[in-house]
């Protein structure tokens, strides 16, 4: 029994998971942007020290150079989604949106790389999934906001559907291209490639970039850290994986980081446990032991 793929995606879910709880008061205090184009940068950085350790290929054919292209581009769209989603809504209501994304990279990976999985293991990534959107909503808060007149439903809801759509691409095309060509240069196109698409349009957005602050600053850098070992983790589960099966199955696991997250917001924030967070726990849980038993 193969159990590596699943205590990596613990560690990488607990790594996204933090980042992406920190990111509510940064994304306050500078936007969505500046954090996109910051956090790529700089988990960029440091996810290029895998690469003197892992094999890579600078020969690569005009479909693979193709495919780094859409991972840099897709990259930066699904981060300054992301935090959009977060500085505009809830992170109860949209962060289960947003990792809902392993449903497209499953997608993807059945349709264009060839992954086959038997309805069980189907049945056991739809209870993760249907887990992480339980465990990270509050149902309360949502029936407060659909009988509010005058309200919208859900604030940052459309950004957080792209964002997914954007990550399951984004992944999946990650984990092609690194069992392919190596790891290195889809390193920098899904960090520093991502980055490179937002100063671009730097010109046509036209941020604005705040004065350097010891508090924002050192949030980011600790965010940029969680996101660096988050990515490797992936790298390397996907590079020295026997089957390509683990893409998705790594892809599901960085989807629980919506259960870490809203766990610190449980434990750190005082919200109330609800009853269908308890279900999510338990689907969670039962999805994951399921999923580990259909693909050892």
């Known amino acids: 029994m193969n159990i590596t ?11 996204f998971g933090t980042s992406d709880f920190l990111s509510k008061g940064v994304t306050t205090k500078i936007g969505p942007y500046r954090t996109t184009v910051y956090i790529l940068t700089l988990s960029g950085l440091g996810a290029l020290i895998p690469a003197f350790f892992l094999k890579s290929s600078f020969a690569i054919s005009t479909l693979y150079a193709a495919v780094l292209v859409l991972i840099a581009v897709t990259t930066f769209l699904s981060f300054a989604s992301l935090y959009r989603a977060y500085n505009r809504g809830m992170l109860s209501l949209t962060a289960p949106i947003v990792n809902s994304f392993p449903a497209f990279s499953v997608a993807i990976s059945v349709v264009f790389l060839g992954v086959t999985f038997s309805a069980g293991a189907i049945v056991a990534l739809a209870a993760i999934i249907g887990g992480i959107i339980l465990v990270s909503t509050s149902l309360s808060d949502l029936r407060r906001r659909i009988f509010t007149r005058n309200q919208p439903l859900a604030p940052g809801v459309g950004s957080a559907f792209l964002a997914s759509i954007f990550f399951g691409v984004s992944w999946a095309a990650f984990g092609f291209a690194t069992q392919h060509i190596g790891y290195l240069l889809p390193a920098i196109a899904v960090r520093l490639g991502g980055a490179a698409v937002g100063v671009a349009l730097i010109p046509i957005m036209k941020p604005k970039f ?18 660096t070992v988050g990515l490797v983790i992936f790298s390397l589960g996907v590079t020295i994986a026997p089957s390509p099966a683990t893409v998705p199955i790594l892809a599901t696991f960085g989807g629980i ?6 766990a610190y917001a449980i434990v750190l924030l005082k919200e109330r446990l609800e009853l269908n967070h308890i279900i999510g726990v338990i689907s969670l849980i039962t999805g994951v032991v399921t999923l580990l038993y259909l693909t050892s």
Request: aromatic share 8%.
């Open 210 to 227: 705040p004065r350097v602050s010891g508090g924002w600053v050192r949030t980011v850098l600790v965010m940029a850290t969680l996101e």
């Open 257 to 262: 980081s919506a259960a870490v997250t809203v």
């Open 5 to 15: 793929p699943f205590l990596l995606g613990i560690v990488m879910a607990f790594s």
